[in-house]
């Protein structure tokens, strides 16, 4: 047994992560995560894996166009092991990756009719917009949010 680790992911940890998902989520979601942001982003990407299981990543990433903003694109957390702090953990990480990258917000997005994450993001420091209809295409529904944080010296 190796127990919890915590490790940067790797542009070959997509498909353990894309293929949880939909379970993970009880619904189709895999859509949402290409997998060109493992092949870009994941030295700012974690996963969390229970003696070699996979049970948690966070995906995110500097924007490249606005590099005071890190942008968190997609969390996920096995059902069994929710409630524990380790998406909580992840965002605190990823908060400090982000202000060693000289970022002074972090954004994120979920759908609006998504009231555990809207009310974890809000636990997690997060301002959150109204619904924005039509976010991401006609059909959608998406609430941003804001959050600060300090960059390191």
């Known amino acids: 047994m190796t127990g919890r680790t915590v490790r940067?992911?790797?542009?070959?940890?997509y498909d353990r992560i894309i293929a949880v998902v939909?379970?993970?989520?009880?619904?189709?979601?895999a859509g949402?995560?290409?997998?060109?942001?493992?092949?870009?982003?994941?030295?700012?990407?974690?996963?969390?894996?229970?003696?070699g299981?996979?049970?948690?990543?966070?995906?995110?990433?500097?924007?490249?166009?606005?590099?005071?903003?890190?942008?968190?694109?997609?969390?996920?957390v096995h059902p069994a092991h929710r409630g524990g702090g380790t998406?909580?953990?992840?965002?605190?990480?990823?908060?400090?990756t982000a202000a060693t990258?000289?970022?002074?917000?972090?954004?994120?997005?979920?759908?609006?009719?998504?009231t555990a994450s809207i009310a974890f993001h809000r636990r997690m420091g997060f301002t959150a917009s109204d619904p924005i209809d039509g976010?991401?295409?006609p059909g959608t529904s998406l609430v941003t949010f804001t959050r600060p944080v300090s960059p390191a010296s």
Do not use: K
């Not at 998406?87 to 400090?96: D, V």
């Open 8 to 13: 940067a992911a790797r542009a070959d940890d």
């Open 87 to 96: 998406a909580r953990e992840m965002y605190h990480r990823f908060f400090q």
């Open 53 to 76: 299981r996979l049970v948690a990543f966070l995906v995110g990433f500097v924007s490249p166009s606005q590099p005071h903003v890190a942008y968190i694109h997609f969390v996920g």
């Open 32 to 51: 949402n995560l290409s997998r060109l942001f493992l092949d870009h982003f994941w030295s700012t990407s974690e996963v969390v894996e229970d003696d």
């Open 101 to 114: 990258a000289g970022c002074t917000e972090v954004h994120a997005v979920t759908g609006s009719v998504n």
């Open 135 to 137: 976010y991401d295409g």
């Open 22 to 29: 939909d379970d993970w989520w009880g619904r189709p979601i």
